[in-house]
């Protein structure tokens, strides 16, 4: 039955990702597709416009084509000097993935994989660790702010460590997206875009830092500045999902207890050799169980005790009924 729970579970988890998938796919072909169709015209024009204009054929432009491509990542100065090799290193720990710069040679492609295999988990490790002090550290200021505040519970919940974690991840977007604004020139939406595809390691590559006017040679502090920008602020995100993992866990956990109360809770007791099936115990048949074996009025961790009568009822009840060797196994 348990298992059967945990199929179905699931089931259910890859059919809703999958209408998800559908979803997201239907939307994104309604705001999409008709401007991409629109800018493949307009690029089109411009293409041929511009053969007729310069009398070159389409090999030609093709050739002039790859020549721009290939040369707009030298825009932002060396790539592999120790600036762009630091950054791109960075970006490969970070599993963000620009595409902006690639190893060419083979000994790079090989290095690449060998060293994003060490470093990936290692990368995963450091951020969950340090998301995991950030929650500490969160948590010992929302007691202390709930002291300051004469609050009924002082602890930090879940709610209250997620919430300072979202506001703090809401800070370190928006100010970031007003530092790459100004020093890119992108407007503060984009600028926001960039923020978020970059923290949330998607890294699509269509906006990325530090690739105009010779930004990795010439601003040493922007590089410093973006390094670190990246850095804490996936360790945030990673407290975020930390947090989020986490409360997944406890109602996990929380779901299988409950499962294996319910397949515990019916008992099979021999009576001179005739099975009596057990019934459900509910929280007061546990706390008469408890009752019996607690002493005085101390309170029992598995629930209060029973009044006086109600124990004597039940003892006696069990006299005229249970067999003697089934109470001395109760009693144990």
Known sequence: MKMKRQNVRTLSLVVCTFTYLLIGAAVFDALESETESKRQEVLSDMRNGLIRKYNITSEDYTMIEIVIIENKPHKAGPQWKFAGAFYFATVVLAMIGYGH?????????????????????????????????????????????????????????EMNLMFATGMLSSIIITTGAAVFSRYEGWSYFDSFYYCFVTLTTIGFGDYVAL?????????????????????????????????????FMTMQAEENARDEDKDGSRILLPIDEHPLAGRLRSHDDQASVCSCNCLGNKQCEGGALLPTTRQHRLRSRASLSLAPELIERASV
């Open 101 to 157: 710069s690639t190893p060419v040679t083979v000994g790079g492609k090989a290095f690449c994989m060998a060293y994003a295999m060490v470093g990936i988990p290692l990368g995963l490790v450091m951020f969950q660790s340090i998301g995991e002090r950030l929650n500490k550290f969160a948590s010992v200021v929302i007691r202390r702010a709930k002291c300051y505040l004469r609050c009924n519970t002082t602890e930090a919940t």
């Open 211 to 247: 690739q105009n006017d010779q930004a990795l040679t010439s601003k040493p502090g922007y590089v410093a500045l973006s390094l670190v920008f990246i850095l804490f602020g996936l360790a945030v995100v990673a407290a975020s999902i930390n947090l989020l993992v986490l409360r």
